[in-house]
């Protein structure tokens, strides 16, 4: 990934994205030969000159103070996502540290681990931002079990399962909304941990045998993700709408713990609380094969 093509296509699809109208321009003449802003149109709006900005938007935003990106997001109508995207694209131009420069490394803390196990009645995990989910809390694992084909798996990759396997397909069944969400995030990480050799690694994967995640990744959205609602299929108790709400975990930087709810009463609910059955009957399956083995080594 080249970070001057990445600043170049972001800029120009945040730019055809905006029309006149909406950035309070007037519209002279019927017929524009581009969709959305001229680069002189956000020239006029971000207070610069129209070659200051041409430079920028080829890609050169090494030199840019914070005051001209401002600018140039407030003229572009970047929302907090995109706005955070530009200043991490143009510290990447400037080779400055990103955001967050200490990455977790090794396993994860045990009072992380036993605050996730606590939380008994919804369904949480813990990932970093290639969406590796790291670990998981029993309901959890029930939940995102479709995305563990083998069961003795300790961490998978949403993007990776969602994309290339057949039950993440069905595991999300509003597809296009959970391609741009993992596309998204995908391309806020790339930005702001551009060197990260398995991020590319992932993103080179995906682009080469996916045609839609190759499709969503140009299209340079980003977002954050933190509340929310998210529809599921799982095979053991159907259709179930969570709400979500996702929190960054301060002593790990680059690490969110997501915890999933239904409002009592409701049909989703109703759902979660079978799921849980289906878990506890799942792990005493599980515990009385392992049993079962046992007694048949020790004959």
């Not at 938007?57 to 003229?75: I, K, N, T």
């Not at 929302?79 to 510290?91: G, P, V």
């Not at 309901?139 to 993440?168: H, M, S, V, W």
Request: aromatic share 6%.
């Amino acid at each position: 990934m080249s970070t001057e093509s990445d600043i170049r296509e972001f800029l120009a699809s945040r730019r055809a994205k905006l029309t006149p109208q909406q950035a309070g321009l007037p519209a002279y003449g019927g017929n524009r030969r581009v969709p959305g802003l001229r680069r002189e149109e956000v020239a006029l709006l971000a207070g610069v000159s129209i070659d200051y900005y041409v430079r920028l938007e080829r890609g050169h935003l090494a030199g840019a103070s914070e005051e001209v990106l401002d600018a140039v997001a407030g003229a572009l109508q970047l929302d907090d996502a995109e706005r955070a995207h530009l200043f991490d694209l143009a510290r990447a131009a400037a080779k400055r540290p990103a955001r967050r420069t200490r990455r977790p490394t090794g396993a994860l803390p045990d009072s992380v681990l036993r605050v996730l196990a606590s939380m008994t009645d919804s369904p949480a995990f813990i990932r970093n931002g290639r969406l590796d989910i790291l670990a998981t809390n029993p309901l959890g694992r029930a939940l995102y079990a479709p995305l563990f084909p083998d069961p003795t798996a300790k961490t998978t990759n949403i993007a990776r399962a969602q994309f290339l396997t057949p039950e993440g397909r069905d595991f999300f069944p509003n597809w296009e909304v959970g391609v741009n969400t993992t596309v998204a995030l995908l391309r806020t990480e790339a930005g702001r941990t551009p060197h990260d050799s398995e991020l590319t690694g992932l993103i080179g994967e995906l682009v080469t045998r996916s045609e839609e995640f190759r499709t969503a990744w140009a299209k340079h959205n980003v977002r954050l993700h933190h509340t929310g609602r998210k529809a599921f299929h799982h095979p053991a108790v159907g259709d179930l709408t969570l709400d979500f709400d996702a929190m960054e975990l301060p002593a790990q930087p680059g690490l969110t713990l997501t915890a999933y709810s239904a409002a009592p009463g409701t049909p989703d609910h109703d759902a979660l609380q079978l799921l849980a059955s289906w878990a506890a009957t799942a792990e005493t399956g599980a515990s009385s094969a392992g049993e079962e083995q046992d007694r048949v080594f020790d004959r």
